[in-house]
């Protein structure tokens, strides 16, 4: 289990095309759940446990992420007389389709991982502790995808590293196109 977290089965990829599905990670409280199940399947008590919120308020985020395929009870145990829940991610990454769903209605435009990361990365940035780059290149829309799909495989690799450390990082990548300047071609 430590060798490839969180331990049980799930896909690689699930592509969410309902908007149902992209409201429900828009939720700063519903990613943090997810975050935590990247490394081991739990239960509602452990899940709120961590968050610092109150069982009822972490079941009915849980149960909104089940219903929308991005969570699935992976084994369960009985305790006493009730029969206690593991839950579980259904895919390592969840990547919002850049094309509306088949069945009509779009998927919600307002989730932003780097207004997610923004927020998060704050502290560390006060205490001098945030790592991070940005540059610009001029390059075409295949060269754009092909690094995107190499950048990919680096976040499947941070996402399978063991649990070991004491502290959470994250990990934020994108690329986008700009309205930065660009040089005229050479004459």
């Known amino acids: 289990m430590a ?10 990829r699930m592509v969410l095309t309902e908007p149902a599905q992209v409201r429900a990670i828009g ?6 759940i997810l975050q935590l199940l990247h490394e081991r399947a739990a239960t ?12 009822s308020t972490v079941a009915h985020h849980v149960e909104v992420l089940a219903r929308n395929g991005l969570l699935q009870i992976v084994r369960t145990r009985k305790v ?3 029969e206690e829940r ?10 919002v389709a850049a094309e509306p769903a088949a069945t009509g209605g779009g998927a919600s435009g307002d989730f932003n991982d780097f207004e997610v990361a923004a927020r998060e990365s704050a502290t560390a940035f006060e205490l001098g502790r945030l790592w991070g780059f940005i540059r610009h290149a001029r390059i075409s829309e295949d060269q754009a995808s092909e690094f995107w799909n ?9 996402d399978r590293l063991p649990r070991s450390g ?11 196109p700009t309205a930065y300047p660009a040089l005229p071609a050479p004459e």
């Open 166 to 176: 004491e502290t959470v990082y994250g990990f934020a990548i994108g690329i986008y």
């Open 86 to 95: 593991f839950y579980g991610r259904t895919a390592r990454l969840f990547s």
């Open 150 to 158: 190499r950048m990919a495989e680096l976040v499947d690799e941070f």
């Open 80 to 82: 006493r007389a009730i």
């Open 27 to 32: 939720n700063p409280l519903r990613t943090t």
């Open 3 to 12: 060798d490839n977290p969180p331990g049980y089965e799930l896909a690689d």
């Open 44 to 55: 509602v008590t452990e899940l709120a446990t961590a968050v610092g919120r109150p069982k």
